[in-house]
């Protein structure tokens, strides 16, 4: 009898330890797949697969069920609530969601943990103040009794809170909306709404598409602009290989973007709707962002300075940084994939200096693309593909003054005494060189006619 009982006991043990091998376990992600600087963990890691690839499978998971659910939302506010609802684990999202996200958990008994970064421009581009394409306005200053439109919430509204103080511009002296990207991009196309501000790559969505005009770039604000991932912290105590997982993955699709930016904005475009033309602008070499998950100490002093900026226009919560950040899966992650994560944090990319040097680009429909190391022969060569009607799908200069990429056709020219050009994101920078230098400032469409071999 006794020995019926015991092997009844071990049968039930035995069935109990499988049931909890077997255990489902939901991984539920918010991300954007309308933010480039969220796609090395979000979209890319959905389309190629890549958390499956790096999730565990030994162990207490060797029996495990994963049900992973992608949630796609227009800006970060709404992953915090859907996080503060425990119908997220994770999100991904800009600097100022990010630390809006810290405080609010922090201000009830749940917490999430800042894990990961994505990508990073040092000098703040990615955000951008945008007008409509024929405005007479310039300037930051003109939008004094203004209507300007945000996504409230967003890395761009928290860009535009510190432009604004910046400038000396107070909260009365313009009227601000709270309208989605996609909302404002519109208005901005059907010239209802004196400006709007937004993340990546919506500046550049209305400069390829003609509709918007740049009048104000993350860069002048002078703060790093960075997105990252947060997990809820009674997730990651539960299930810490598979944050680690995400950020192998986040890791790995950094590595592909940078070693394929060609085949990648085109599969991006699919994936996302975004024109690769637009995307190259972002993931090409010299483009505006840095893939690099590593949390920099630059980073940390990034998000504090922030929320800084948004106590002093917003109630929001306080954040114990040191119990929200956390470095412990990342350098799991790094030390798992044989990579040097120090080695990795100490790297800084400054666009002015990396991108000093670079060829502009020609992206020819049919041909790829072709580069050129004077501004001068990319003019000759579009007004030759004119001549015979080639379709070029974009072309691609850098701002004097910052490094940053820019769309051919949207910068400024100012013709050198060598007989080349230097090429402007801002039209006052332009106006300045051109007095410096007793030049001309000229648009796109008269550099290539300036640039023509003369007959």
Known sequence: MLTNRRTILGLFFALSTGAAQAETIQIAI??????????????????????????????R???????????DYSSGGPITNQMLANKLQFGIMGDYPLIVNGAKFQA????????????????????????????????????????VSTPVGSAAWGMLLKAFQDAGIETGEYSLKNQSPAVGAGNIAANK??????????????EFRGTGRKIFDGSEAGIPYLHGVVVRKDFADKYPEIVVALIKATYDAGKW????????????????????????????????????????TKWVETLKFDHQVLTRE???PPLDFDAWISEDYIKKAY????????????????????????????????????TYARVADLLKAVGAARATGAKLNATYVYDHESGLKLFGKT??????????????????????????????????????????PQS
């Open 30 to 59: 918010g991300h954007q797949s309308m933010c480039t600087d969220t796609y090395t963990s979000g979209i890319v890691v959905k389309e190629r697969k890549l958390l499956e690839k790096y999730l565990p499978k030994t162990g």
């Open 61 to 71: 998971y060797a029996n495990a069920k994963y049900e992973i659910s992608w949630n």
């Open 108 to 147: 009830t008994e749940a917490r999430t943990i800042y894990v990961a970064g994505t990508g990073y421009n040092l000098n703040g581009s990615g955000n951008a103040i945008v007008v409509p394409v024929n405005s007479d306005i310039h300037e930051l200053s003109d939008l004094k009794g203004k209507e």
């Open 193 to 206: 709404i004196d400006a709007h501000s937004d993340f990546c790559p919506w500046s550049e969505i209305m």
């Open 257 to 296: 973007i940078d070693a394929n930016p060609l085949e990648a904005v085109e599969l991006l475009e699919k994936w996302t709707g975004v024109e690769k033309e637009v995307l190259y602008i972002y993931f090409s070499k010299g483009g505006h962002l840095t893939l690099d998950p590593t949390i920099k």
């Open 314 to 316: 917003q109630a929001i």
């Open 335 to 370: 030390a798992e994939l044989g990579v040097d994560y120090d080695a990795e944090k100490a790297k800084l990319v400054d666009p002015k200096a990396a991108n000093a040097n670079l060829p502009g680009e020609i992206w020819h429909a049919r041909d790829g693309i072709s």
């Open 411 to 452: 910068a400024y020219y100012v013709a050198e005494p060598n007989g080349d050009f230097s090429t402007f994101l801002r039209k006052g920078d332009a106006e300045k060189r051109a007095g410096a230098i007793k030049g001309k400032l000229i648009n796109y469409d008269e550099a290539v006619a300036l640039a023509a």
